[in-house]
């Protein structure tokens, strides 16, 4: 996949593209990101078969608008396939990439530890929203085939902290 650069323009909105997978929970939105082969669409797919709303697949627009964070799909797909749940649709997205559907990004959840964007230079790095929002991280030392079984348990832990965090804020 050729990645566009990633400090772009779209829709008159300045930001950047990250490498990653953009889902709503409870009307929270949250970028999932991690190095390749880490488990982010197996997780992604988990999670929205148990209710949250999937927004961006491998890519995901990054804006910033009065000091609120947004996370917006950039992509000319329009179906996922995986091994294991079949065909997912996505939401409707303009043919030419054009952003066409916005979540408010509320946290980071990082599979792995920051520590593994300590280079900036990877064009589509998540680093640059390490001091933006609430960052949760979930060690993963092992491989996406490998994690597929523990999906679930991740879920769980995943939105046990979102709901614990979210219902502190309140």
């Not at 997978?21 to 992604?44: C, D, E, F, R, Y």
């Not at 996922?80 to 996505?90: A, K, R, T």
């Not at 066409?100 to 280079?119: K, R, Y």
């Not at 609430?134 to 769980?156: D, G, H, I, N, W």
Request: glycine share 6%.
């Amino acid at each position: 996949m050729k990645i566009p650069n990633s400090n772009i323009k779209i829709k008159k909105q300045n930001g950047r593209c990250v490498h990653g997978n953009a889902l709503s929970w409870q009307g929270h939105g949250m970028l999932i990101v991690g190095q390749p082969q880490k488990g982010k669409t197996t997780l992604s797919l988990e999670l929205s078969r148990q209710g949250a709303l999937w927004c961006a697949d491998d890519l995901v627009f990054v804006s910033e608008v009065n000091h609120k964070m947004f996370l917006s799909a950039i992509s000319t797909d329009y179906l996922l396939s995986h091994p294991e749940y079949g065909v997912i649709p996505f939401l409707k997205i303009h043919p030419n990439g054009f952003v066409v559907e916005q979540i408010t990004l509320d946290c980071l959840i990082v599979l792995g530890s920051q520590t593994d964007f300590a280079d900036d230079s990877w064009p589509t790095s998540p680093r640059f929203l390490f001091s933006k929002v609430p960052v949760f991280e979930y060690p993963q030392e092992e491989s996406a085939e490998r994690l597929s079984s523990k999906t679930s348990e991740l879920c769980e832990r995943i939105k046990t902290d979102l709901n614990n965090f979210f219902n502190d804020k309140q």
